[in-house]
């Protein structure tokens, strides 16, 4: 698979080889002495840290853009520009900033240069948590650049000087080929714990991603199902109160019209969606010059809002059966959507182009962006174990939770796809005695099987499509679709077509009387170039 070829050669153009003298014009350590910048005690390595942890709030925004708007869940307003027009439309220039890799490989040569030279012989924990820490974002950025770009000019130590910036050529690494460095490289810090010092009362660690989930990712782009459905396990259960969907977060729907819900805790924050959901976010502070710029784009103070949620999503949301008789509520649907991820807001300047995505939209601009959560471990186990021929059980995994009770029932969960309770599918864990799964916890009703399915591959491709109906109902905004749309078509007998047809969907006129959708962009058009593109 080719992925994002056409975004990959304009990268090439614009940074290929180092060979622009802007392309490493980094303040941290373009010029020092190595031998006298070794980072020998915690101070050294703390600040090395927050220096990664900088450049991850720079990309954050690139991540989740390239990530949402080249797929079908979120859309432009006549106030956009032509950069955001041509992400949407599959027709990027090489001028086009949010191609400009430079922030990603500042990050690289960052972690290259404290993975070189920070002394982990010395004793002192914090050292080696430091060092691990770097390991584990230079995994993340190398994934999210083999995501965007294809395949990426790979190197492992620190570029010091201008001399060697300007002349050198590295070798490119496919994603086949890049991958399995990084799973080996994480597999060497597997016993490290993430740091425990703490910036603004949050928990550093918080901001890392952690190593079994980004052993999931690799694994599962690399399709090896078994040991990416093992890796997410291992997340889900790898803390104290371990990271299950459960009733701490939820939504539920009264027959009288009424409805509790926290599920909206989970991108305000606190300290308990830190505790139950969120794993791993990046996190923006106005306090100290880095607020998140996402929201500028979704909800502008002067109402010139230039990205909305396409009328897609918001049909698919109202669509979903909650678990209500009330005529009311089931006009609005699943309320991940209204009220959550999208809002209309009366209180918005007059030329608000409604209506308003409200994930990064509130009335801070320091929301945080998320790198990993329960809801995601959970999309993706179900993803990798569907794929290993364990349709039920995938399925199951986002309906009501992998709890006994629906394990054991053989017209949910075939006896056959728990044979041996080998780890992936053992769920002995106390965690999932609570378990209540994706839809569960927000209280809709249960995907079922299709009574004709003739055969099992029939069963995972439909399980597959529920899969991914789910993602995008659940993580909707927070930067995955494009990159999920491309995994699973790659999976699919015409995957160009698979692709096409599911970006385009957001170019078709919105029916529903109550936010009525002109179509962005010709369907036909934007169709072609991404058929056309070489992706595959």
């Known amino acids: 698979m080719k992925t994002s070829s056409h975004i990959f050669l304009l990268f090439l153009l614009a940074v290929w080889g180092f060979s622009c003298s802007n392309f490493f014009e980094v303040d941290s350590k373009a010029y020092l002495d190595i031998e006298d910048n070794r980072l020998n005690n915690p101070n050294d390595s703390v600040y090395s840290v927050f220096g990664l942890l900088s450049g991850m709030q720079d990309i954050g925004p690139v991540c989740v853009l390239l990530g949402e708007l080249q797929a079908d869940l979120m859309d432009l307003t006549p106030n956009a520009d032509l950069d955001l027009r041509e992400i949407n439309e599959h027709r990027v220039s090489a001028g086009n900033p949010y191609l400009k890799a430079t922030a990603f490989y500042r990050i690289i040569n960052d972690c290259n240069y404290m993975i070189q030279h920070m002394d982990t012989l010395v004793g002192d924990n914090a050292l080696l948590q430091d060092y691990a820490a770097a390991v584990a974002i230079r995994a993340w950025t190398y994934l999210q650049m083999s995501k965007i770009y294809g395949s990426v000019p790979y190197f492992e130590h620190c570029i010091v000087d201008t001399e060697e910036a300007l002349t050198a050529d590295f070798p490119k690494k496919t994603q086949a080929e890049l991958l399995p460095l990084l799973i080996a490289q994480l597999q060497d810090i597997l016993h490290v714990e993430r740091p425990f010092r703490r910036m603004n009362s949050i928990r550093v660690g918080k901001m890392i991603p952690g190593n079994e989930f980004l052993l999931g990712e690799c694994y599962l782009w690399l399709n090896d199902y078994e040991n990416a459905a093992l890796w997410y396990k291992r997340a889900i259960e790898k803390d104290n109160y371990s990271f299950v969907c459960d009733d701490n977060l939820f939504i539920t729907y009264e027959d009288d019209g ?279």
């Not at 049909?315 to 991820?341: H, P």
């Not at 029916?511 to 962009?521: G, K, Q, R, T, V």
């Open 258 to 536: 009424n409805y509790s819900m926290s599920w909206y805790q989970i991108f305000e924050n606190s300290e308990f969606a830190r505790t139950y959901e969120n794993n791993a976010s990046v996190f923006y502070d106005n306090l100290y010059g880095k607020p998140n710029s996402l929201r500028s784009l979704f909800f502008a103070e002067d109402g010139a809002n230039k990205i909305k949620p396409s009328s897609a999503i918001i049909e698919d949301w109202l669509a979903q059966a909650i678990g209500s008789t009330n005529l009311e509520l089931k006009k609005l649907g699943d309320r991940r959507g209204f009220g959550n991820a999208w809002k209309a807001d009366s209180e918005a300047p007059d030329n608000t182009i409604w209506p308003l995505i409200n994930k990064f939209a509130s009335d801070s601009t320091e929301l945080n962006i998320i790198i990993e959560r329960a809801a995601m471990y959970h999309l993706r186990y179900a993803e990798a174990i569907n794929r290993t021929g364990r349709p039920g059980l995938a399925l199951q995994m986002i309906n009501r939770g992998p709890r006994p009770l629906y394990l054991n029932d053989s017209t949910l969960v075939k006896r056959k796809e728990l044979a041996g309770k080998p780890e992936v599918v053992n769920f002995d864990h106390s965690a999932y005695a609570t378990s209540m799964g994706i839809r569960g916890r927000v209280d809709l009703e249960p995907y079922t099987f299709n009574a004709d399915l003739p055969t099992l591959e029939d069963s995972v491709l439909f399980v597959e499509d529920k899969i991914l109906q789910e993602a995008a109902l659940e993580l909707a905004f927070e930067g995955h679709r494009w990159f999920d749309l491309v995994r699973v078509a790659q999976r699919r007998p015409e995957p160009a077509a698979f692709l096409s047809e599911m970006v385009c969907r957001k170019f078709e006129a919105g029916n529903n009387p109550l936010f009525p959708f002109e179509a962005s962009a010709d369907k036909a058009t934007v169709k072609a170039a991404i058929e056309s593109a070489g992706f595959f």
